[in-house]
């Protein structure tokens, strides 16, 4: 490429220097379209040349950059791409594999650890009122804490285990970025800040929320021992439904929050099934259990069987907490966001299980709107009631 660039410099220069020299008029001519000719060419294997680093680049790559330039095709103009995983990675090397070890990288996990609060919270707010922001906020907080306390317990307890799992085998103490005992000390800032939030609530959530501890310990081992360990992960991740309530009200209205509680558990079964058929292959060779393995090809009779039992509560729940209309139509979008979930599952592909795995957030954040929603049409509804006792 350089002597065919060299040559062509050379005779643009001499045809500059026929036409300084007045041989020909002519001459002017043909070299300036050559000129324009060259420097299209070398435009054009320029563009050329960094079109094919781009794609190296890309398909080279194990994990898509998160954070990256994106050209749109509205006017040229670009925007930029935000995500966990972007963040994690913009951190300082000695922080980055903490924040990993913690999960920040990957805030699925404590999406559904927080909805279930936020259904209890928002359950619990006054007549045609919003949700208590603060209280939401305390929760977020917590269930950032709670689930990196979590996955930290849990990768200590696995540490040989992820190393014999290509998925897994990278994590921070399996792969040795960080040592148990460094793993214990950050579990241990992790508890702390936690215990932080939970003392801002009142007594009886205090004591409640301690009391989950004793699962966030124990759940890691149930794969060790038991087929349902998603089952004990359901106990775990829900407790939020008891713990918001009681945040708001004082105390637990178990009329409300048990019906909660066990749709709850009902939804992790199912969401974390499906993602358990990921590591099904992984899980036999290294001898752990899950409910993927119990269920096998009978996993969608399972499925549909927890998806009645969730709504029957889910319905249950809002009986008995006075809820309006918007809230029962968000049920039923709800019912068919999972029977679609659960008739499109092709079990045997990873791909397809992550994916319906994931839109299990989209389904939470939904019935939070719809218990929203529903609060604030009581007011409405009590409004109309005393409109018509006034007339009569």
Not at 91 to 118: E, F, H, N
Not at 128 to 145: E, K, M, S, V, Y
Not at 202 to 222: D, E, F, K, R
Request: glycine share 6%; charged share 15%.
């Amino acid at each position: 490429m350089f002597p065919a660039k060299l040559n062509s410099q050379l005779t643009l220069n001499a045809l500059r220097r026929i036409y300084h020299g007045a041989y020909h008029p002519c001459l002017y001519s043909l070299s300036n379209c050559f000129f324009h000719m060259e420097r299209r060419r070398t435009r054009d294997r320029l563009h050329s040349e960094s079109s094919v680093l781009r794609r190296e680049f890309y398909s080279q790559s194990a994990i898509r950059p998160s954070l990256r330039l994106q050209e749109t095709q509205h006017y040229g103009r670009r925007s930029f791409s935000l995500s966990a995983a972007t963040i994690v990675n913009s951190a300082p090397a000695s922080v980055q594999p903490y924040l990993r070890l913690m999960r920040l990288d990957k805030p699925i996990g404590t999406w559904l650890l927080y909805l279930p609060c936020t259904w209890s919270i928002a359950l619990a707010a006054d007549p045609g009122c919003l949700p208590h922001l603060g209280i939401l906020t305390l929760f977020g907080t917590g269930a950032l804490l709670m689930r990196g306390a979590g996955c930290t317990i849990n990768d200590m307890w696995d540490k040989d285990f992820d190393k014999k799992v290509a998925r897994t085998a990278t994590r921070p103490i399996a792969s040795g970025e960080i040592s148990r005992m460094q793993a214990l000390v950050f579990l241990g800032g992790q508890l702390s800040l936690a215990l932080g939030v939970l003392l801002c609530l009142n007594y009886y959530s205090i004591a409640l929320g301690a009391a989950s501890l004793s699962l966030v310990v124990t759940y890691p081992l149930m794969k060790r021992i038991t087929y349902w360990p998603q089952f004990v992960l359901g106990l775990t991740f829900n407790w939020g439904a008891l713990l918001g309530w009681s945040a708001v009200k004082g105390s637990c209205d178990w009329s409300v929050c048990l019906p909660l509680y066990f749709s709850g558990v009902m939804w992790t079964l199912i969401y974390d099934t499906i993602y358990a058929h990921q590591d099904k292959e992984d899980d036999i060779k290294v001898g752990v259990k899950s409910t993927a393995l119990r269920f096998q090809e009978q996993t969608k009779p399972w499925l549909s069987g927890f998806t009645v039992a969730m709504m029957s509560g889910l319905v249950a729940a809002g009986v008995n907490a006075e809820q309006t209309l918007p809230y029962y139509a968000v049920l039923s979008t709800v019912a068919v966001h999972l029977a679609h979930q659960i008739y499109t599952l092709d079990i045997n592909k990873p791909e397809d299980c992550w994916k319906k795995f994931v839109s299990n957030r989209n389904l939470g954040l939904l019935l939070f709107l719809g218990i929203v929603a529903g609060n604030l049409w009581k007011e409405r509804r009590e409004t109309l009631l005393q409109n018509e006792e006034a007339v009569r």
